[in-house]
């Protein structure tokens, strides 16, 4: 929709991702006039290439336990009062074919699209405006909030923030919510990618790089956090649901500890072979790809039958297969992570209705709020239900 809006509005939301259509729809359909500003020429371009261009939608496993946070408590209220079933009812109501990948992970069957369709029904059913092409330059509060455009200043009695964060620029992103936040001394945490790809230090340039391409099943533990998942190495370090996972609790500098034969039918398949007569490459380029089983065989200097291997040799590989270490020089930063860690503090935020606690009217939701979910459906979760709270509040 377009046009030039000069009515006050009840409610203006900024951003037009996930969060920002959910909560819109919510609150109009509670009877507010609602204005949805989006700085992209269509609503949801990330939903778009999410889950692979079908749009991993939620998790049915959501618990605060899948969240990181310095207040860890902070989202429970949120996804308690809209569960990842409240959301499935509404891709059902709406006749969309889904289908569980693993995990808990819900998809489309078929695209994206589906969703942002959905959302956009909605939102045209309970009457909102949806006025796309309009960046957002101020946000001011006086009787009431002041809203400085591109198309103009706009008014309304309440404001939700649903910017998102600093990932996917190439699609739009800013640091909009977040400046919008310091402008009204509300405090925002320190920020860094997250769910990103691992870059490999200058020394190991030439075993990673002949690897690329190459995967395999690794269970990677660090900070408490332990993920059972593919690992993918890249022309440039290492990727793959296992590093993305683990790269939210990673720290620059840090060793990573990969289990390589994490499952426990391999783990045996590998005691056995102890004895016999073959060689370490022999036998775990039956577990592994050919091509990473002799860069680690190579690597490790393994080249006799392991039956000829010293109790100490043997004890040190098994060391290594189950606690290989590594460290990496970076990650790849913004424009390949999927979600952006920090964000607005939650003790500025009312957990029940996301409403800041210094400035009455003004909301923050979705990814430009310090919660950031797993790889896996985990941050569409969480933007579905900060939404609902600050919908159903407004």
């Known amino acids: 929709m377009s046009g030039e809006i000069t009515e006050h509005q009840d409610l203006i939301v900024i951003g037009g991702g996930g969060a920002g259509l959910f909560c819109a729809f919510t609150a109009a359909n509670r009877g507010k006039r609602v204005l949805l500003l989006e700085h992209n020429d269509r609503v949801g371009r990330k939903i778009e290439i999410s889950g692979g261009g079908r749009c991993n939608f939620t998790n049915i496993h959501a618990t605060a336990s899948n969240y990181l946070s310095r207040n860890p408590d902070f989202c429970k209220s949120a996804l308690a009062r809209y569960s990842p079933w409240d959301f499935i009812a509404l891709v059902e109501k709406h006749g969309i074919p889904y289908h569980e990948k693993k995990l808990g992970q819900q998809f489309c069957d078929g695209s994206s699209r589906e969703i942002i369709s959905m959302l956009e029904t909605e939102c045209r059913d309970a009457g909102v405006r949806i006025l796309c092409g309009c960046r957002v330059q101020e946000v001011v509060k006086r009787d009431h909030f002041e809203i400085v455009t591109s198309r103009g200043t706009l008014t309304a009695d309440a404001v939700v923030v649903a910017t998102g964060g600093l990932s996917f620029a190439k699609l739009g992103a800013s ?64 990727s793959g649901p296992a590093i993305l996972q683990i790269s939210s609790y990673w720290n620059e500098g840090e060793p990573l500890r990969f289990d390589l034969l994490p499952t426990k039918e391999e783990s045996e398949s590998f005691a056995s072979s102890l004895r016999g007569g073959a060689t370490p490459l022999q036998v775990l380029s039956k577990v592994w790809p050919r091509r990473f089983a002799e860069s680690w065989c190579e690597r490790h200097a393994l080249d006799k039958p392991l039956a000829r291997c010293s109790k100490a040799e043997t004890e040190e590989l098994t060391r290594n297969l189950h606690g290989w270490e590594t460290r990496f020089s970076g990650t790849e930063g913004y424009p390949k992570a999927e979600v952006t860690l920090g964000g607005v503090e939650t003790g500025e935020l009312s957990s029940k209705t996301m409403e800041s606690r210094k400035v009455p009217g003004l909301y923050f939701i979705g990814e430009v709020v310090d919660v950031t979910g797993w790889l896996g459906g985990y941050n569409f979760q969480w933007a579905w239900a900060s939404a609902h709270a600050a919908g159903t509040a407004v």
């Open 175 to 238: 640091d909009l919510g977040h400046r919008i936040a310091r402008s009204f001394g509300i405090g925002v945490t320190e920020l860094r990618p997250g769910l990103v790809p691992l870059t490999f230090q200058q020394q190991e340039k030439g075993f990673y790089e002949s690897l690329a391409g190459v995967s395999l099943p690794v269970r990677i533990s660090h900070s408490g956090a332990s993920f059972e998942e593919a690992l993918l190495f890249t022309h440039r370090g290492v």
